[in-house]
């Protein structure tokens, strides 16, 4: 090869690895929202045929009001998700997203999205995340249009099909710029414990298989977590006194949320740690799903606004791309009432590292050693509280690879394998650190966070009537161990 052009060579080597390396240095936590409903997710008018959208007849707010309450509790990033009806997809198309590009305008310090809520077809509903571009409006169009399950006109039941969203999942991951995908309020249909509704494992495990760089992960803690609440911020009672309303909407006795986490999440061995444990790199959110704020004075609500409770945190370049790049990849950590704000994760073995929704490739029998540095901020959040993190619990679980009972929603090597509490680390300021090593590693793992402000061992079932705010929980995304030679099946 001539020298000239072997010189160039390197040089745009050395200029790749210089932006990958500007990008890394200049990601930060940003806190968002990826599932906000406006004004434009409608009521319908059934007398007529087509039944006609009624605007602000099922969420309230205009788009602008969403994206200034979002800056307001401290979001850098959120996601418009109306739901769609008959012919909604034109509706979103000429009312609702020009409504976000003046949002845009007016609030321009938040990133935000352009999305919907699909009613995925034979499953519950789902955020649908599209890349920001000049074609945004129209690739939304398209999805909506041909695959959302309640478009058509006379209903056609074919449109809710498995069928039906293979098609849609072959549609998006063909895509030029591939779109996320999560589902909502996975457990909100369900019985009971492991009695799933809508969204079951093998639904799961299948859209992940057909398109694992589109369809990534779940709500690990629902939206409507002010379903307990007066708007007075006093507990919702009935006229016999009794407690009224259930967070995240989950009113199934035997179902509720746990901490105001689903139990997909909540539970140490459960289904996410089954996903987790097939080597799925399947990630977890936290949302509001605003419509209607619980304190408004006419017709409240069951709501907290964008970031006002809870939030997902992306690690990123603040831009549409890098936090797109940052859900896609996993660099995600889960918080309610402002517990923490960064939560860096460091596994190591060697020279190797590897932080939250990466993989740490390891010799086998060698130490993983993991450092943790969290922000415990020393400010009042949207309820006036300074809570503190009570305890920081180490989740590993191993990794096996494919399993042959698609229906499977248990992981018995899942375990909490240490807790922390502020005699085991360090203070500086309002950051805190702490190290622990996993010991001689001899298969692949996987590990993730998990901290409360609660005493309380494992979260609680919540109850009706329940007030949030003294629950608070956080989860991290996990971080993959594998250890050489060993591979994932």
């Known amino acids: 090869m001539h020298m000239r052009w072997r010189l160039a060579i390197v040089v745009l080597a050395g200029l790749a690895l210089a932006v990958v390396s500007t990008q890394r240095a200049d990601r930060q936590w940003l806190a968002g929202d990826s599932h906000i409903h406006s004004q434009w997710s409608p009521g319908y008018d059934e007398t007529k045929s087509p039944p006609e959208p009624i605007v602000a007849g099922d969420a309230r707010y205009p788009t602008p009001t969403n994206a200034r309450k979002a800056r307001e509790f401290g979001l850098a990033w959120m996601v418009t998700t109306d739901h769609g009806g008959p012919n909604h997809a034109k509706f979103n198309l000429t009312r609702a997203y020009a409504e976000l590009q003046t949002s845009r ?119 409507h977590q002010a379903g307990g609440l007066a708007p007075d911020g006093g507990p919702k009672v009935g006229a016999d006194g009794r407690p009224l309303g259930f967070r995240g909407a ?133 309820h006036g509280d300074n809570p503190r993190v009570a305890r920081v619990d180490v989740i590993v679980g191993d990794v096996g690879g494919a399993v042959p009972d698609r229906t499977l929603d248990k992981n018995p090597t899942a375990h909490v394998v240490s807790r922390f509490t502020a005699k085991d680390w360090k203070r500086d300021a309002d950051i805190y650190t702490f190290s622990t090593t996993l010991p001689r590693v001899d298969r692949n793992v996987y590990l993730r966070l998990r901290g409360t402000s609660t005493q309380d061992l494992e979260p609680a079932m919540d109850a009706p009537g329940e007030n949030p705010w003294p629950d608070l929980w956080f989860y991290s995304n996990p971080i993959f161990v594998e250890i050489s030679g060993a591979g994932r099946d």
């Open 105 to 223: 305008q007016l609030e321009p310090g938040v990133l935000q999205f352009y999305g919907m809520e699909l009613n995925m077809p034979g499953m519950d509903h789902h955020t649908l995340i599209i890349p920001n571009s000049s074609e945004e409006s129209s690739v939304l169009y398209e999805i909506e249009h041909q695959f959302d399950s309640k478009e058509a006109w006379p209903a056609d039941p074919s449109r809710n099909s498995e069928a039906q969203r293979q098609r849609a999942l072959e549609h998006m991951k063909a895509l030029p710029r591939l779109p996320l995908l999560f589902a909502n309020h996975p457990s909100r249909s369900a019985k009971g414990i492991g009695q799933y509704g809508l969204d079951e494992p093998r639904e799961f495990r299948d859209n992940n298989d057909l398109a694992p760089e589109v369809y990534h992960g779940m709500e690990g803690a629902p939206g």
């Open 250 to 382: 989950y009113g199934n006795p035997g179902a509720y949320t746990i901490g105001g986490f689903d139990q997909m999440t909540a539970i140490v061995g459960g289904l996410w740690d089954s996903l987790l444990g097939e080597g799925r790199r399947f990630w977890i959110l936290a949302t509001s799903d605003s419509h209607v704020n619980y304190a408004e004075s006419v017709r409240p609500g069951s709501d907290f606004w964008p970031g006002q409770y809870q939030k997902t945190y992306v690690h990123a370049v603040r831009s549409y791309d890098g936090v797109l790049d940052g859900l896609r990849s996993g660099r995600i950590f889960a918080v309610s009432g402002d517990l923490i704000s960064l939560l860096d994760i460091e596994a190591a073995s060697g020279k190797q590292t590897a932080g939250i929704g990466g993989t740490l490739t390891a010799a086998r029998g060698q130490d993983v050693r993991l450092t943790v540095r969290f922000r415990d901020p020393e400010t009042t959040n949207a």
